[in-house]
């Protein structure tokens, strides 16, 4: 594999968590259940990944593992998000903004704001 290759390989991975609504490496790396730093290194190029680990990020973003180790195929699978991954792309997403006013996140803001949510779907 030349260097190309590599580095096509780490940004699909990059434009993958963009895509899929991530605004921070450790937002989709806390999503999909990897450190930070094995995710990072993977993102940057820094490190190489194995179609296991390209499996596990694909599935966690949505896309087709095959596009994202080689860039051949649909972008994204066939199979639909699950809403349950689209609540947790949009939590994570709502997490960052509030993080980026200066606001911590801490449970009792995730328990404010989980309920919230939930009073307004009418539940």
Not at 19 to 37: E, F, H, Q
Not at 74 to 91: F, G, L, M, P
Request: glycine share 8%.
């Amino acid at each position: 594999m030349s260097n190309a290759d590599a580095s096509d390989i780490h940004s699909r991975l990059r434009q993958a968590r963009i895509n899929a609504g991530y605004r921070s490496a450790a937002a989709a790396a806390d999503a999909i259940g990897v450190t930070l730093s094995t995710y990072t290194s993977h993102e940057n190029g820094n490190r190489a990944y194995s179609s296991d680990t390209a499996t596990c990020y694909a599935k966690g973003l949505g896309v087709s593992p095959n596009w994202l180790l080689f860039g051949e195929g649909a972008e994204h699978t066939a199979d639909k998000i699950d809403n349950s991954q689209k609540i947790k792309r949009a939590v994570y997403g709502a997490f960052a903004a509030v993080e980026a006013m200066g606001h911590p996140v801490n449970a009792e803001n995730i328990s404010e704001a989980a309920a919230r949510l939930y009073d307004l779907e009418g539940r």
